[in-house]
């Protein structure tokens, strides 16, 4: 893929390319215009093409910031809001910047998301994750509504999930070395993004 140089360069040549074929367009018949008019939308094509590829660039690009100021972990970047908020608020603001609540699929990203949580947020801390059992009581899915695979729930001294109706939302909590709990929606807790490396 070109980097974003590359790119305006062959815009910059195909804008050159389209105005001297309009210019073109204006002495020739019937079949030059009609030949121009296709080139016309060929350009246009190739234009559209490469706004595309700029776009995923701008996307990639800050995909890296948000890998470099959070953290890596297997194909995803991780970045953490220490800004207590309601599970619904810390979801919005997942997905205005383009990612979603974390939700661990492994018991190894499980690991490497608590210790995460206990460098960037603290050792005493509790994070929304992305999955909740709003729906139907009992059956958490994530933030796409479907099931949750991997679970990673405290059992051996409260028997997790125990909240009922009360407790739609889950967090994984650090004092308890990555365990999850179910909890109030409304509760207010820090939250850590998960981006998608594409």
């Avoid at 070109?2 to 079949?31: E, F, I, P, T, Y």
């Avoid at 018991?107 to 608590?114: K, R």
């Avoid at 958490?140 to 001294?157: C, L």
Wanted: negative net charge.
């Amino acid at each position: 893929m070109m980097d974003a140089r590359g790119l305006w360069m062959v815009l910059c040549l195909l804008l050159l390319a389209h105005a001297s074929l309009q210019q073109n367009s204006k002495k020739g018949n019937g079949k030059k215009e009609s030949a121009i008019n296709t080139a016309i939308e060929n350009l246009q094509r190739k234009v559209d093409e490469i706004i595309q590829d700029l776009n995923v660039l701008k996307e990639q690009q800050a995909l890296q910031t948000v890998c470099l100021k959070g953290t890596k972990i297997h194909r995803k970047c991780f970045l953490a809001n220490l800004v207590k908020q309601s599970f619904h608020a810390a979801s919005d603001d997942c997905i205005a910047k383009g990612g979603s609540l974390s939700t661990p699929l492994t018991g190894d990203e499980n690991d490497q998301l608590y210790s995460y949580v206990r460098q960037s947020i603290g050792p005493d801390e509790h994070i929304w994750l992305g999955i909740n059992d709003m729906v139907t009581d009992g059956h958490w899915v994530d933030q796409s509504g479907s099931n949750v695979r991997f679970k990673n729930w405290e059992t051996e001294i409260t028997q997790q999930p125990d909240g009922g109706r009360n407790q739609n939302c889950a967090v994984l909590s650090t004092t308890a070395n990555g365990k999850w709990f179910d909890e109030n929606c409304k509760a207010e807790k820090a939250s850590v993004c998960e981006f998608n490396i594409v």
